[in-house]
Structure formats: structure tokens, C-alpha cells
């Protein structure tokens, strides 16, 4: 059974870190691409970043450049979504998802992305 599971969310306060983890089981990540998207509350998902498993091609969206880094270890069919410099606009549910149909490089966009993780909640507050 094909599955994505997050992990690391949490709360923190303005400034700080946190590392959120999104492991697959059911299949391997390898030639795929994985990509981070949050939703925070009356918006649309937003994508954030992804990484092309093939190539390592990243993408950061504008709103995160410099402060987010998207990595991968194959070997733990994990991808991580390393966030800095967290702020109160950062607040909401991540997600993780994967596209098994890319032969290299990833996509922004959530309508690429077929299987889905069950979201974990950041949240950033003083």
C-alpha cells in the first residue's frame, strides 16, 4: 500500500526551526518527485518546494527561498523540508506528496501529485 507520512510539525516561536519528514513505504521514491505544499486556513494549498529524486533538481517558492531547504536521503525513502527563520504567516498544514509519473525534475503544482500524506500542523506564535 502506497503511503506518505509527515512528521515534525509542531509550534515554535518566530525565528525558530523546524524539521518536517516525509517517509514513503509501498514504493520507492527513487524517480519520483516529491514535493511540500501547506495550507493555512481560508487559502488555497500552496507549493512550496520539491525535489526531483532522479536529478535533485529543488525548487523553492519565493516566499520560502532562503529560509526553507528541501532534501532527500534515498537510502531512508525519506524527503526533509528543512524551515528557519519560521514566521507567524508560515502557520498551517504541511503536506507531502509524490509524483510517480515524472521522469526527472518536480512540479509546483498539486494537480501533478497523486498520493497524498495525512498533513502535520506548524504552527508559528509568540
Known amino acids: 500500500q502506497v503511503q506518505l507520512v509527515e512528521s515534525g510539525g509542531g509550534s515554535v516561536q518566530p525565528g525558530g526551526s523546524l524539521r518536517l519528514s516525509c517517509t514513503a513505504s509501498?514504493?520507492?521514491?527513487?524517480?519520483?518527485?516529491i514535493g511540500w505544499f501547506r495550507q493555512a486556513p481560508g487559502k488555497e494549498r500552496e507549493g512550496i518546494s520539491c525535489?526531483?529524486?532522479?536529478?535533485?533538481?529543488?525548487y523553492h517558492a519565493d516566499s520560502v527561498k532562503g529560509r526553507f531547504t528541501i532534501s532527500r536521503d534515498n537510502a531512508k525513502n525519506t524527503v526533509y523540508l528543512q524551515m528557519n527563520r519560521l514566521k507567524p504567516e508560515d502557520t498551517a498544514v504541511y503536506y507531502c506528496?509524490?509524483?510517480?509519473?515524472?521522469?526527472?525534475?518536480?512540479?509546483?503544482?498539486?494537480?501533478?501529485?497523486?498520493?497524498w500524506g495525512q498533513g502535520t500542523q506548524v504552527t508559528v506564535s509568540s
Open positions: 506528496a509524490a509524483d510517480v509519473t515524472i521522469g526527472y525534475g518536480c512540479s509546483d503544482s498539486p494537480y501533478e501529485y497523486q498520493h
Open positions: 509501498g514504493f520507492t521514491l527513487v524517480s519520483k518527485a
Open positions: 525535489i526531483g529524486m532522479s536529478d535533485g533538481t529543488t
